[in-house]
């Protein structure tokens, strides 16, 4: 796929929500400074959800589009290496779809790049999809097509041990 956006190129704001199989708060994640550990199963499955309510990549607008990460790590593989579809949002233009793709694979570095695209191992698609999220506290979703479809209506809190 063509890069669309450089280094620095681009900016989004919106909302997340992720989700995943391991029990709450998911163990892998670093809280209060403290490094992750193992994935609750063995094997992770998430998707992870971003609204844009404002952004652009360039001179390409983005603002109002979704996107939707899925996918799954083994903790005993070497550098447990994330294998990944992205849907982005099929009513983004081919530019817009190109920006996102580059911006949420962390192609176009960024905080994606540090924040989670080093552990991504493959890219085993990157799909246009009907996309409909809820980031709204208590009636969270993700739907992306009928590829995803995550719900949760309960907050976990966070516990520091």
């Known amino acids: 796929m063509e890069r669309v956006t450089t280094r620095g190129d681009w900016t989004v704001s919106g909302s997340y929500f992720e989700s995943c199989n391991?029990?709450?708060?998911?163990?892998?994640?670093?809280?209060?400074?403290?490094?992750?550990?193992?994935?609750?199963?063995?094997?992770?499955?998430?998707?992870?959800?971003?609204?844009?309510?404002?952004?652009?990549?360039?001179?390409?607008p983005?603002?109002?589009?979704?996107?939707?990460?899925?996918?799954?790590?083994?903790?005993?593989?070497?550098?447990?290496?994330w294998r990944v579809v992205?849907?982005?949002?099929?009513?983004?233009?081919?530019?817009?779809?190109?920006?996102?793709a580059d911006i949420f694979l962390g192609r176009a570095g960024g905080t994606v790049l540090t924040n989670f695209a080093a552990a991504i191992g493959e890219v085993h698609h990157v799909r246009k999809a009907s996309i409909a999220l809820s980031h709204i506290r208590r009636r969270w979703a993700i739907r992306a097509g009928n590829y995803v479809d995550v719900a949760a209506t309960t907050p976990v809190g966070q516990r520091l041990r």
Do not use: K
């Not at 709450?24 to 193992?38: F, M, T």
């Not at 499955?45 to 990549?57: I, N, P, V």
């Not at 992205?86 to 996102?100: C, G, I, K, N, S």
């Open 22 to 60: 391991c029990d709450a708060i998911c163990p892998c994640r670093s809280v209060g400074g403290r490094p992750g550990g193992r994935s609750t199963h063995g094997i992770c499955q998430f998707a992870l959800s971003w609204h844009l309510r404002d952004g652009h990549a360039g001179d390409i």
């Open 62 to 81: 983005l603002d109002g589009l979704d996107v939707v990460m899925a996918g799954w790590y083994d903790d005993d593989e070497r550098n447990a290496p």
């Open 86 to 100: 992205l849907y982005v949002d099929e009513r983004a233009t081919e530019p817009q779809h190109r920006a996102l």
